[in-house]
């Protein structure tokens, strides 16, 4: 089976930064995308972004685009999510997951391998 576990969250104020990691343990999954969602409380789990396994593809949602940057190292099991310009709308628990196949998609239901999730608070 496979593991993920989110680290890097926290308090910040806005224009601040933050970069998520997501480590990958067990079962690997070689050449699959990879993805961070976020859930705000009350609110359904959005996509965030993804990246396939090369690294070459990646896909952010409008709402962060230009501000988030994806990223994979696969020597380390482990995709980041370097977070600046960060305002209270991206306040919310993100959760990286893993693909069910090397396509790169933005919706929940082709993931299928889910961390716990790590809290991001952003104050004004």
């Known amino acids: 089976q496979v593991q993920l576990v989110e680290s890097g969250g926290g308090l910040v104020q806005a224009g601040g930064s933050l970069r998520l990691s997501c480590a990958a343990s067990?079962?690997?999954?070689?050449?699959?995308?990879m993805g961070w969602f976020r859930q705000a409380p009350g609110k359904e789990r959005e996509f965030v972004a993804a990246i396939s396994w090369s690294g070459v593809s990646t896909y952010y949602a409008d709402s962060v685009k230009g501000r988030f940057t994806i990223s994979r190292d696969n020597a380390k099991n482990t995709v980041y999510l370097q977070m600046n310009s960060l305002i209270p709308e991206d306040t919310a628990v993100y959760y990286c997951?893993?693909?069910?196949?090397?396509?790169?998609?933005?919706?929940?239901?082709?993931?299928?391998?889910w961390g716990q999730g790590t809290q991001v608070t952003v104050s004004s």
């Open positions: 067990g079962r690997t999954f070689g050449r699959n995308a």
């Open positions: 997951a893993v693909g069910s196949s090397v396509v790169v998609t933005t919706s929940s239901f082709n993931y299928n391998y």
